[in-house]
């Protein structure tokens, strides 16, 4: 994609090397802290809420990223999970060009909270990694529920199929939300997407009319 190629040339120099080790890290202090601190509502003052950035509170257009995504054990092992993801995503893009794939993520959902009138969260942010990891290593292994071995592009179809029934069945909200919130994954593998299903449709057209008896 020229227009990635150009903006990455461009924006090289303002690259942060180990973004996800910085992202994940501060995901866990913020949930010691509310362990350690239950009564400081500290969720509640990061969360991108857009009736409080209106107000003043601009930091929260930053701080929803540092949301840890579970709570309990399984908070520091989700967040470990994405670390690795993030990390070897930044090793196969490079920096600058995983760099984008996460500001165009959070701009996503930032513009879904605004437009919904929704307090917003990191969760599609998330998701939107592990589907640009399973786009990318469709072959191999992860342990579902940190038990069962998967191969990512099952675990793929799984999360593509949930989120295409919670487009089917949300509210025109929801369905703004959820795409707006994929802008990300949608800009960087939505061209690839498209031209695979393109050929795909050639093909069986094509395949069709080979089978076809010939006519005289």
């Not at 990635?4 to 802290?33: H, P, V, W």
């Not at 009564?39 to 840890?68: C, D, H, K």
Request: with cysteine; proline share 5%; glycine share 6%.
């Amino acid at each position: 994609m020229k227009w990635l190629d150009t903006l990455e040339r461009k924006l090289d120099r303002f690259s942060i090397g180990n973004l996800m080790q910085y992202i994940c890290l501060t995901m866990a202090a913020f949930y010691i802290f509310a362990v350690i601190q239950p009564g400081v509502p500290i969720f509640s003052l990061i969360a991108l809420s857009p009736y409080r950035i209106m107000q003043g509170q601009i930091w929260r257009l930053i701080t929803f990223v540092f949301m840890p995504p579970a709570t309990g054990l399984f908070a520091f092992l989700i967040i470990y999970f994405y670390y690795v993801i993030g990390r070897n995503l930044e090793y196969y893009w490079g920096t600058t060009r995983f760099n984008l794939y996460y500001l165009f993520g959070m701009i996503g959902a930032i513009l879904a909270a605004f437009i919904t009138h929704s307090t917003g969260t990191n969760s599609y942010l998330n998701l939107s990694l592990l589907l640009a990891y399973t786009a990318l290593f469709p072959d191999n292994e992860v342990l579902f529920m940190f038990i069962i071995p998967m191969k990512l592009k099952w675990l793929g179809l799984l999360e593509g199929a949930l989120l295409g029934w919670l487009f089917i069945i949300g509210s025109m909200a929801d369905r703004v939300a959820l795409i707006f919130s994929l802008l990300n994954f949608l800009l960087f593998f939505g061209p690839r997407l498209y031209d695979r299903i393109r050929n795909k449709i050639r093909y069986e057209k094509f395949r069709r009319q080979m089978n076809q008896p010939p006519k005289f």
